[in-house]
């Protein structure tokens, strides 16, 4: 899924800094990297995510353009425009959707990309299949 989103970026090797934002143990952060020639920075708040995608970052031969950092997407600290493109698969209903986009704003180039997914439902209940997954908030994963 992460190629099929990718493919509907107009130039997506133009995309020179790129965040992945909850990048959690940084599978999609791994497949950018091999699609996108620019740097990327992957943010999630679990430190044994961060060193998995660390890890696999130095196995595929990438650290020079894969960085994995222990932060939360709710309080970067990343520059004003720094970004071409942010990228978040499964996060940003973390810290809510409208406060996600309200706040990385600030952090794209002039035409940069934000680009996100998130679980949704269009009934009241959550079906059974997300029920049997796990927890619906960020809040419910730390101990």
């Not at 800094?17 to 708040?45: E, F, H, K």
């Not at 950092?69 to 499964?90: A, P, R, T, Y």
């Amino acid at each position: 899924m992460t190629l099929k989103a990718l493919s509907f970026l107009e130039n997506p090797e133009r995309m020179k800094r790129v965040a992945d934002l909850g990048c959690g143990s940084g599978g999609q952060t791994i497949v950018l990297a091999q699609n996108i020639p620019g740097t990327i920075v992957g943010v999630d708040q679990f430190p044994d995510f961060i060193n998995i995608l660390n890890d696999n970052a130095q196995k595929l031969n990438l650290t020079e353009r894969v960085q994995g950092i222990v932060g939360s997407m709710e309080n970067l600290s990343f520059h004003k425009d720094e970004f071409d493109l942010i990228w978040s698969e499964g996060a940003i209903d973390a810290i809510g959707f409208e406060k996600g986009l309200a706040h990385w704003h600030g952090f794209i180039k002039k035409n940069g990309y934000v680009v996100v997914s998130c679980p949704s439902w269009l009934t009241d209940e959550r079906p059974a299949e997300k029920k049997s997954f796990g927890p619906t908030r960020a809040a419910d994963w730390i101990p």
